[in-house]
């Protein structure tokens, strides 16, 4: 079968544009090719610095035929309805067809369109998907033409079975003819095919596949860094991009001058990463970045790149004087100093500013810390500097480096390790890769953070929605769990979330008073005093500390911990996922209540996952379901809940004696086993019910004809519930 190949040719398109114009072109071709009823072998697009590429091996050259049957109004139908029914068809009344149903005679239209050669086809569709590509940002750039591109458009190639499709778009009309490298190449490149195509281009200086390029660039790094006794530090990001602007990658090697490199190492990477895109280099023997990058360049030199390389460490020379200087003059003043001047830097409207989040964090880094048994005293300080770096001139150059740099600041002005440690590690996980903090104080810290950032948005409503999650608090609870759970911390979440609420309800209130202030000159006079925002701010606080706010403090309480600590549940089960733990099995035990400490939490999960996976938790579970099913319907009967009270000189069947004691003895057993948390020897007590619980549905009828005996032993099923729900609410099992 025929392919299409389609190039658009155009100035240099961002890097980070180049991936999902090459997926959306790929997606609207498909689409609208499908919508016209087409099936192909394969279609792949190709991105680069300068063209967007698409190939569809084996296109059908025609469209199918289309036979379709329309059914129309009955034939004694309103003449309005049978108008409607021809303008729809475009057919007569002469042309329908009468079919008869059991309804009556009906009209019938049989449409029959023959299939169009496909370069018409592809002439008509082509255009339109140029059009309705999403580009993140676009530009008009011919005068008196409303057609936006990423960049000017500069040619179209477009050929089907090696033969030109025509068309335009945007004043510009489809040919055969492309071009290769801006420098490297002269002339123009006729191509018919793309596997012609490709190697022309490739004659040409210009390497298709971002893929080729980026295993070009890794490999040509990695061998001039063994040049000279180095190793590449990986970058995947950085090689992604870089991909995208070279079509003819060459990978030269340059210089740092010896005054930058008592800069953090950090500091000297971001800088060259973000402003040059060069890659770091380090000593492979002691692990420390070495004073030399490499650099992508997009031309093959006649001096082996030595002027390349050479500009290259002229601007880099720059570029580092100026992080150098922030470096210096962000020593001049100590994390303490800063603290002061978060006040005013709003975090968020309804929550306060960065020094009311501090205060918040501050307090709940202590109370964590004290509760694992570190030392409180450390961790207040650490979580009282966590983000005074916000304010250093390196931080406001490379957010990124934000927490990395109040750990160097922090050694400079002789806090403790653990102090700087914290205050690099609160952050963490930034990632499903990254590593959380194992130390007491940064752990404390970075649980403080998180919660804060958690209970703070929920009490102000902020929750995620669908795919929307601007405050990142997905990020921040599966952070929090995987801490929680990596270091088997035993906390109790409601137990530690009642206070921070507290704060932040009154820094909420501070922050509306100080809103409602700002709006009038008499109210800005009394902001400009500080006497009398402090006189605010104690005022509030002497509220919230009144018999008058305890009502108030359940109230938040409720508010905020059911709803977060479903929204726990949802992030544990994403945390959990991988290591093959059940969703149903999670929510089953959340349903129970009152469970808010996680590692007891999932050690509860793991042993109902494995007792459902023998053959007594397989049949318990059967036997649950068969005596949930009766009480539900026998309940709605009723109009009432049994509530296992069974009265046993009413049992009269061998084996409903035997599972009444047995339930007896599991209840004792079960709760016994819970209170030590030895949740297997739960499962075992419950999976001796397994025997007495078939043989009690092999023999005995529950809904006998007799009131009080079917009460009864509703009331038995009823206690066969209640025991099982102590372990974990089973109606929530799937299976």
Not at 344 to 365: K, M, N, P, S, T
Request: a negative charge.
């Amino acid at each position: 079968m025929p392919d299409l190949l389609l190039e658009l040719f155009s100035e240099e398109i961002p890097a980070r544009m180049q991936a999902g114009a090459a997926r959306d072109l790929e997606r609207l071709m498909v689409g609208a090719l499908t919508d016209r009823g087409y099936l192909f072998e394969g279609i792949k697009a190709f991105a680069g610095p300068r063209r967007l590429t698409l190939a569809i091996a084996g296109l059908p050259a025609k469209q199918k035929d289309v036979r379709e049957e329309l059914k129309g109004p009955k034939t004694d139908a309103p003449q309005a309805a049978l108008d409607g029914f021809l303008k729809k068809t475009g057919l007569t009344k002469d042309q329908l067809k009468v079919e008869k149903t059991p309804k009556g005679d009906v009209y019938m239209a049989v449409i029959e369109r023959a299939g169009r050669e496909t370069p018409h086809v592809l002439a008509e569709i082509i255009p339109e998907v140029m059009a309705k590509l999403p580009w993140p940002k676009s530009m008009r750039w011919k005068s008196g033409s409303a057609v936006r591109w990423v960049r000017p458009l500069h040619s179209i190639l477009c050929t089907f079975d090696g033969e030109l499709v025509p068309f335009s778009f945007a004043g510009i009309s489809s040919g055969l003819h492309t071009r290769g490298h801006r420098f490297l190449s002269e002339g123009k490149i006729e191509a018919k095919r793309f596997d012609d195509y490709a190697q022309k281009l490739k004659a040409a200086h210009v390497v298709l596949e971002a893929e080729e390029r980026a295993a070009i660039i890794f490999e040509g790094v990695k061998q001039a860094a063994f040049v000279h006794g180095l190793e590449m530090i990986p970058d995947e990001g950085l090689l992604a991009e870089v991909s995208g602007l070279a079509e003819w990658p060459v990978v030269y090697v340059g210089a740092i001058q010896d005054e930058f490199m008592d800069v953090p190492a950090e500091i000297l990477q971001t800088s060259m990463r973000t402003h040059q895109k060069y890659f770091s280099l380090r000593d492979p023997k002691t692990g420390k970045m070495a004073n030399r990058f490499a650099l992508v360049a997009n031309m093959v030199a006649k001096d082996g790149g030595k002027e390349i390389v050479a500009g290259n460490e002229r601007v880099l020379r720059a570029r580092l004087s100026d992080a150098k200087f922030f470096w210096d003059e962000d020593r001049k003043h100590s994390l303490e100093s800063r603290v002061e001047k978060l006040r005013g830097i709003v975090f968020h409207a309804e929550l306060g500013d960065q020094y009311d989040r501090i205060a918040r964090i501050e307090w709940l880094a202590e109370e964590i810390a004290n509760r694992m048994g570190g030392d409180h005293s450390v961790a207040a300080r650490a979580g009282r500097l966590s983000k005074a770096d916000l304010l250093s001139g390196v931080v406001g150059e490379f957010p990124e480096l934000q927490g990395v740099m109040g750990r160097y600041y922090a050694l400079h002005d002789g806090e403790d390790v653990r102090v700087a440690d914290a205050i690099r590690d609160h952050y963490k996980p930034v990632g499903p890769s990254d590593a959380v903090p194992v130390d007491v104080v940064s752990i404390a810290v970075a649980l403080a953070d998180k919660f804060d950032t958690l209970l703070g948005f929920f009490f102000i409503e902020e929750k995620p929605t669908g795919s929307k999650d601007p405050f990142a608090l997905r990020r921040a609870a599966l952070g929090a769990i995987r801490i929680i759970l990596e270091n088997k911390i035993r906390l109790s979440l409601f137990d530690l979330w009642w206070k921070p609420l507290v704060h932040i309800d009154v820094d909420k209130r501070f922050a509306e008073e100080v809103r409602i202030l700002s709006q009038t000159e008499e109210g800005l006079k009394k902001l400009g005093m500080e006497e009398e925002v402090e006189r605010l701010r104690a005022a509030i606080r002497e509220y919230a500390d009144s018999d008058e706010y305890l009502d108030r403090r359940g109230e938040l309480q409720d508010k905020v911990n059911e709803a977060l600590l479903s929204f726990f549940a949802d992030r544990l089960k994403v945390a959990l996922k991988e290591k093959g733990i059940r969703h149903d099995l999670i929510d089953a035990v959340f349903s129970i209540g009152h469970e808010d400490d996680l590692v007891r939490l999932v050690a509860r999960v793991e042993a109902l996952q494995a007792f459902l996976k023998t053959d007594d938790g397989t049949n318990l579970l059967a036997g649950y379901k068969r005596a949930a099913n009766i009480l539900k319907v026998e309940e709605k009967k009723d109009g009432k809940t049994f509530i296992s009270e069974v009265t046993e000189k009413l049992l009269s069947e061998p084996t409903e004696k035997t599972l009444f004691r047995a339930l007896a003895a599991a209840r004792t057993a079960v709760t016994f086993a819970l209170e030590k948390e030895d949740f297997a020897a739960a499962m075992q007590q419950m999976a001796a019910l397994r025997g007495p619980v078939d043989a009690f549905f092999e023999a005995v009828k529950v809904n006998t004809d007799d009131k009080q005996v079917r009460e009864n032993r509703l009331n038995l099923l009823a206690s066969l519930r209640a025991t099982l729900h102590q372990v974990a609410d089973f109606s929530k099992i799937e299976g």
